[in-house]
């Protein structure tokens, strides 16, 4: 099970898995407005940085990290 607590930290009080989504057999890709906003909560909150910012197309950039037990999310942030 994630940590509910971290995740609410980065996105919000009312934070929450879907009941359908397996936690742990997949990476949740999260839309954000600007990832580096995001970045800085995840890392002050003891996640970390896997896979730098990368550009995709239409200028959209991806980023992924890992949360306190070790599972592995992205960020993903469309441009306009």
Not at 7 to 30: L, M
Not at 59 to 76: E, H, M, T, V, W
């Amino acid at each position: 099970m994630r940590d509910m607590i971290f995740y609410r930290k980065i996105f919000g009080e009312h934070f929450t898995f879907s009941a359908k989504e397996s936690k742990e057999d997949f990476v949740k890709i999260f839309d954000v407005p600007h990832i580096q906003q995001f970045e800085s909560k995840i890392l002050q909150n003891g996640g970390d940085l896997t896979v730098a910012e990368v550009v995709l197309k239409d200028n959209q950039k991806i980023a992924y990290y890992c949360d306190p037990d070790g599972f592995i999310f992205a960020l993903l942030e469309h441009d306009g």
